[in-house]
Nanobody, 124 residues
Framework: VQLQASGGGLVQAGGSLRLSCVAS????????IGWFRQAPGKEREGVSC????????YTADSVKGRFTISRDNAKNTVYLQMNNLKPEDTAIYYC??????????????????RGQGTLVTVSS
């Protein structure tokens, strides 16, 4: 059972990246998925999350209008399209899966599954 985030890299401000979160060993369509990020010396921030059906989506104010979450259950994959990146978006991004969408919105304990992160670096 594994969640694997990928797609990070170094990009100039104003550029774009698309992160992917691929599940193996379990069916992603049964889970809500969240993207989180953590920059050095800062607390974890919930960036965006999507319910299992895709009917509910949350996007943090800090990235609203720039980041878009989507899911392709046939590919067992969730994406985070990041446009107009800013230096303050620099962080390690990771995805997490939980059967409870609201737990991703308001974490109070460990998620069912959490992937290793992918580093996003935005240069000015």
């Amino acid at each position: 059972v594994q969640l694997q985030a990928s797609g990070g890299g170094l990009v100039q401000a104003g550029g774009s990246l698309r992160l992917s979160c691929v599940a193996s060993g379990f069916t992603l369509s049964n889970y809500a998925i969240g993207w989180f990020r953590q920059a050095p010396g800062k607390e974890r921030e919930g960036v965006s999350c999507i319910s299992a059906s895709g009917g509910a989506i949350y996007t943090a104010d800090s990235v609203k209008g720039r980041f878009t979450i989507s899911r392709d259950n046939a590919k067992n994959t969730v994406y985070l399209q990041m446009n107009n990146l800013k230096p303050e978006d620099t962080a390690i991004y990771y995805c997490a899966a939980d059967r409870d969408y609201w737990h991703l919105r308001h974490p109070s304990s460990d998620f069912h599954y959490r992937g290793q992160g992918t580093l996003v670096t935005v240069s000015s």
